[in-house]
């Protein structure tokens, strides 16, 4: 069956410009996650959905950083005004559902290599 | 989130097993530990989790000490597809979000 896609797998944007970052999770998945990975690192957590609710955002870096997730299946994640050091691999994650007793693995997308110039 | 550790980097010949270890010594009662792996140029992929007991699935085995404070990933029989950077992860559930560190780099040779 069809994975998690993410779009564009390339951006290259110049300093100050807005991008916007879409995720396609599985379908029927109700939490959906993104991470920021920087060359030679483990991923980093940004923020979290369950359904079309951001439960933490705790991660995003700064006020610059923007997800949502209306309809609660696609998500975007936009930065604005956008700088050298967001250059990075954005990777959109979802799983079945967050919750205890059950484990739901999380399945990740190939990831947007975002370069900022 | 507890903390792992993990080495920078081993190295395998193919067809043998593979044991990698990981350090969790702050580990809660509550904490999954959890692997997965990121081959190059993808995102990672869910490999297997445990909480208490050694555990078993098509790819690889996790045997957890029994006082939770290590636990040891093996690839019974190393691929060269096995070639990627590993990470030990611990957090209350597999829905939860995930704390990676810098993870092992696994290579794999003929």
């Known amino acids: 069956g069809a994975g998690v896609s993410q779009s564009p797998r390339y951006k290259v944007a110049k300093r100050g410009q807005d991008v916007a970052l879409r995720c396609d999770p599985i379908?029927?998945?109700?939490?959906l996650f993104w991470y920021q990975q920087a060359l030679g690192q483990g991923p980093e957590f940004l923020t979290y959905?369950?359904?079309?609710?951001?439960?933490?955002k705790s991660g995003l870096p700064s006020d610059r950083f923007f997800a949502e997730r209306p309809e609660g299946s696609v998500s975007t994640l936009k930065i604005q005004r956008t700088q050298q050091e967001d250059s990075a691999v954005y990777l959109c994650?979802?799983?079945?559902?967050?919750?205890?007793?059950?484990?739901?693995?999380?399945?990740f997308g190939p990831g947007t290599r975002l370069t900022v110039l | 989130d507890a903390k792992t550790t993990q080495p920078n980097s081993m190295e395998s010949n193919e067809e043998e097993p593979v044991h990698l270890p990981c350090n969790h010594s702050?580990?809660?009662?509550?904490?999954?530990i959890h692997w997965y792996r990121q081959l190059p140029s993808q995102g990672p992929e869910y490999v297997i989790h445990?909480?208490?007991s050694n555990v078993n699935n098509r790819m690889a085995s996790l045997a957890i000490a029994e006082d939770r404070k290590s636990s040891t990933l093996i690839l019974h029989r190393a691929t060269l597809r096995d070639a990627a950077v590993y990470y030990c992860i611990l957090s209350v559930g597999g829905g939860n979000k995930l704390t990676f560190g810098t993870g092992t780099q696994l290579k794999v040779e003929l």
């Open positions: 702050t580990i809660s009662g509550t904490d999954y």
């Open positions: 445990g909480l208490t």
């Open positions: 959905f369950q359904n079309e609710a951001q439960l933490d």
């Open positions: 379908s029927g998945h109700v939490s």
């Open positions: 994650a979802s799983s079945l559902r967050q919750g205890w007793g059950t484990y739901n693995e999380q399945f």
